[in-house]
Nanobody
Framework: QVQLVESGGGLVQAGGSLRLSCAAS????????MAWFRQAPGKEREFVAR????????YYGDPVKGRFTMSRDTVKNTVYLQMNSLKPEDTAVYYC?????????????????WGQGTQVTVSS
């Protein structure tokens, strides 16, 4: 059983930056592709970014391309989401998720384990 714990959310002004972290435990970290999703009030959960098991490939949702960067640290069993040039529409609860496929997918239903989420609020 894999446990995922997110941190780093908060309140930031538009144009600012935040870095989210997701610490994994209880499993073999290198076997899991990792992803970030987000969910705003009244909206469906949305794919943000994913990284493959080796950390060599990353993929991003169109709304965040060029602004967000995902990375993984296999020593610390942690993934990160660096968020720059934040916009009010980035406001959401951000979730970390893991799956046993090599590269992961854009679909939340393909992910086995989820963190509790961390709130990101971007003020205008």
């Amino acid at each position: 059983q894999v446990q995922l714990v997110e941190s780093g959310g908060g309140l930031v002004q538009a144009g600012g930056s935040l870095r989210l972290s997701c610490a994994a435990s209880g499993g073999t970290f290198r076997r899991y592709a990792m992803a970030w999703f987000r969910q705003a009030p009244g909206k469906e959960r949305e794919f943000v970014a994913r990284v493959n098991t080796s950390g060599g490939s990353t993929y991003y949702g169109d709304p965040v391309k060029g602004r967000f960067t995902m990375s993984r640290d296999t020593v610390k069993n942690t993934v990160y989401l660096q968020m720059n040039s934040l916009k009010p529409e980035d406001t959401a609860v951000y979730y970390c998720a893991s799956t046993t496929t090599f590269s992961g997918t854009h679909y939340s239903s393909d992910y086995l384990y989820w963190g509790q989420g961390t709130q990101v609020t971007v003020s205008s």
